[in-house]
């Protein structure tokens, strides 16, 4: 029985999940890996264009969610895959379950960077002052360690030349 599960398990598709807090630089290293052959999702877009959530949030500036619906997408999509690599996976509000996640990086930014990315983009204060404080109390890190636990998880700072960052994320996707 053991040894059915383990020959599951080392054939199952996976995905590479590229988190963070919004601003963090997720989709401009997405991009990147998308150049060098990667089939990429940008989770958020997949959301809408598939509706897969319950409400939008008018207060938030943000959709609630379907967990279930989301999974089952996903899932689908990382079967489907047909690239020689995981299936990439751009989006902040991704918890497949771990079996399903080759690895998680999740991305960060100092405050005063972020800040300053967020302001750019037009964002209302409270927006900004809600990505600001996700940041500083390790949400989404705490959460994906909490998921998959540290060997799955990799940190990668975004306050260096995105060149150095999508160096950083190859290495950890390689390992
Ligand atoms: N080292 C770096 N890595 C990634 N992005 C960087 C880096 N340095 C600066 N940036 C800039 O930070 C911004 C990140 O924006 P991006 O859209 O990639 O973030 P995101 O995490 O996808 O946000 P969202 O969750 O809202 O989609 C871009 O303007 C990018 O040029
Ligand atoms: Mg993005």
């Known amino acids: 029985m053991l040894l059915i599960i383990l020959t599951n398990t080392s054939t199952m598709k996976q995905a590479h999940?590229?988190?963070?807090?919004?601003?963090?630089?997720?989709?401009?290293?997405a991009d990147l890996l998308e150049a060098r052959g990667y089939s990429v999702m940008n989770v958020g877009n997949l959301i809408k264009e598939e509706m897969l959530y319950d409400s939008y949030d008018k207060k938030r500036d943000s959709f609630v969610i379907d967990d279930d619906k989301l999974n089952a997408a996903l899932t689908k999509l990382i079967e489907?895959?047909?690239s020689p690599f995981p299936l990439v996976l751009d989006g902040h509000v991704v918890r497949l379950p771990p079996l399903l996640v080759s690895k998680c990086i999740v991305f960060r930014c100092s405050i005063r960077n972020l800040r300053q990315r967020l302001v750019v983009r037009g964002y209302s204060e409270s927006k900004i002052d809600e990505n600001i404080e996700a940041e500083i109390m390790e949400v989404i890190l705490t959460d994906m360690m909490q998921l998959y636990g540290k060997d799955l998880v990799r940190v990668v700072s975004t306050d260096v030349s995105i060149e150095k960052t999508f160096e950083e994320v190859l290495a950890n996707l390689a390992d």
């Open 17 to 29: 999940i590229l988190t963070g807090t919004p601003g963090t630089g997720k989709s401009t290293v």
């Open 80 to 82: 489907e895959n047909s």
